[in-house]
């Protein structure tokens, strides 16, 4: 894939939907999973159509804890080795094909005794066997009291003896999606944010057409499929009722949040993880992410998916206080400079994933459902849904071409330079207010930014790192953003 920047307006994208029959694949849900069967399938050469009721990964894909790999807790199964395996060997692909938007990352564990630092070792080097490398990772290593402390300066010295380094990697979710958005588009895709399935018809033995819901016009339309994938996350069991509202649920929900504070709590480029240091033997991680620490995670059930989850005040007190317990300078309330939270969609139906933690689930013989899986196996997800199709012969039998599909972040250097200056500057100047303005323009133009929230929170990711200045910058984005409106509206 070129490094292309493929700007089309929302206008656009509607025209070319208007003016096509058919699609030979619909997605639904723009988040990784949903862009990411796009991308694969625009790439083999089908006519493709990716929908979302909201922003693209405005769901969960905006919402993880940027971690790229695999959950070390699974080691301990042997069953489990394979969906280890599967996960390292797409983090290698995502270090190679995305490399300004994924990016290796030291994790340390630390050991109260040099046995359980060994222990722990030895677990790890299959970590390190399995992942087969990847650029910027390295071998397990052990650390001593004092490289221990080297590495993670901050925390509390008392009881640690020693401690394990291993490399993970780490994203910018949001923009890893876009990215997924940018190579379906520039494959052909056409692809529509705000617009919602509400409906489906079927005859009887498949799905033959979605019905779709402007979320700015509130205008209804049908649109052909010959295959429907649902990728619709937490949502995806509204979706499998409007074709079969006898359908079961598919789908467990879980709700996990994070807090961010200042990076001067633990001054350090290396990520700390704690098996069980975050209640209900939740592991503690604190990572240096955009120049601040990501504190994570709590995990709560959640009945009902809300479209934008809260974090609790308990959630954040269990936060500070796990994270209190390892750092030396203690985190206050007042410290916390943002929060955040994601729900989990679990496949809430034992067996049916085969031990992967994903599944691709076929309904009405063309409607294909993926459930389960993380950020990290958006890719092989997509390529199974999409073969899947295949061997039923809905779609034709060419061949995947994502394993070395490079993904475009050319952006991402400058939208990172721009976040730096508006984190830091108090009082932003004039010329980095024009700055802003341009940047929610171009935005608006190329990504489909259509709210103030779309460019301050999935573009700039201004509200995830400190969202007291997120409401500073609101207004002058707001402004920029219905100005824009205006001149859509007025140009017909
Ligand atoms: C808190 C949290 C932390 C996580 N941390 C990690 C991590 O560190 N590493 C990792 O690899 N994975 C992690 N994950 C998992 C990861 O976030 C997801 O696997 C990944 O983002 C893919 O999400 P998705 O595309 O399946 O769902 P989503 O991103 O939720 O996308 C679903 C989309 O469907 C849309 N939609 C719903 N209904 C409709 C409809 N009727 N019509 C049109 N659109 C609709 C929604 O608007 C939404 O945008 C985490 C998840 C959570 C919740």
């Not at 390190?128 to 001593?144: A, D, K, N």
């Not at 004092?146 to 640690?160: D, H, Q, S, T």
Request: aromatic content about 4%; proline content about 3%; overall charge positive.
């Amino acid at each position: 894939m070129t490094n292309k920047q493929v700007l089309c307006s929302r206008a656009e994208m509607l025209g070319r939907l208007k003016r096509q029959d058919e699609f030979d694949v619909v997605v639904i849900g723009a988040g990784a999973t949903g862009l990411g069967v796009a991308l694969d399938a625009a790439s083999r050469g089908m006519s493709v159509l990716v929908v979302d009721a909201q922003d693209w990964a405005a769901g969960r894909s905006s919402r993880s804890g940027k971690h790229i790999g695999s959950d070390i807790g699974l080691l301990s199964c042997p069953a489990r080795w394979g969906r280890v395996r599967e996960a390292l060997y797409e983090r290698r692909l995502l270090l190679q094909n995305a490399p300004s938007l994924v990016r290796a990352q030291n994790f340390v564990i630390p050991c109260r005794c040099r046995l359980s630092m060994a222990l722990r070792a030895v677990r790890l080097a299959l970590y390190s066997l399995f992942s087969s490398g990847g650029r910027g990772t390295h071998p397990v290593s052990m650390l001593g009291r004092v490289g221990l402390l080297g590495m993670l300066p901050g925390i509390e010295r008392r009881g640690l003896a020693a401690g394990v380094c291993f490399t993970d990697a780490m994203c910018d979710d949001a923009a890893l999606t876009l990215s997924l958005l940018k190579g379906a588009v520039a494959y052909g895709a056409v692809a529509v944010n705000r617009m919602r399935m509400i409906d489906a018809e079927a005859d009887g033995r498949r799905v033959t057409s979605v019905v779709l819901q402007d979320g700015e016009t509130g205008r209804k339309m049908k649109v052909r499929a010959r295959t429907v994938f649902n990728c619709a996350g937490v949502w995806a069991d509204d979706v499998r009722r409007m074709v079969d509202v006898t359908s079961g649920r598919l789908i467990g929900i879980e709700r996990r949040s994070y807090i961010v504070v200042d990076r001067t709590f633990m001054p350090t480029g290396n990520a700390l993880y704690l098996p069980g240091g975050c209640g209900r033997k939740r592991p503690l991680t604190i990572t240096p992410w955009q120049g601040r620490l990501l504190i994570g995670s709590t995990a709560s059930d959640q009945g009902q998916a809300p479209i934008d989850p809260q974090v609790t005040e308990d959630e954040v007190r269990l936060l500070i206080e796990s994270a209190n317990r390892i750092l030396s300078r203690k985190i206050r309330p007042e410290d916390v400079r943002a929060r955040f939270a994601g729900l989990h969609a679990a496949i809430g139906v034992k067996g049916l994933d085969n031990g992967r933690g994903y599944a691709v689930v076929t309904e009405f013989s063309n409607m294909f459902t993926v459930a389960g899986g993380s950020l990290t196996l958006y890719r092989a997800k997509a390529e199974a849904a999409i073969d899947e199709a295949v061997r039923r012969h809905l779609l034709p039998r060419y061949g995947c071409m994502t394993r070395s599909m490079r993904l475009d972040g050319a952006s991402q250097v400058a939208m990172e330079a721009l976040q730096k200056k508006l984190l830091a500057s108090e009082t932003p100047s004039d010329e980095l207010l024009k700055e802003l303005e341009d940047f929610a323009a171009q935005q608006f133009a190329g990504t489909n930014a259509r709210t103030a929230d779309d460019v301050l929170q999935r573009r700039l990711r201004i509200g995830e790192l400190d969202s007291a200045r997120a409401e500073q910058l609101r207004p002058v984005v707001q402004a920029q953003i219905d100005a824009l409106k205006a001149q859509e509206a007025a140009a017909g």
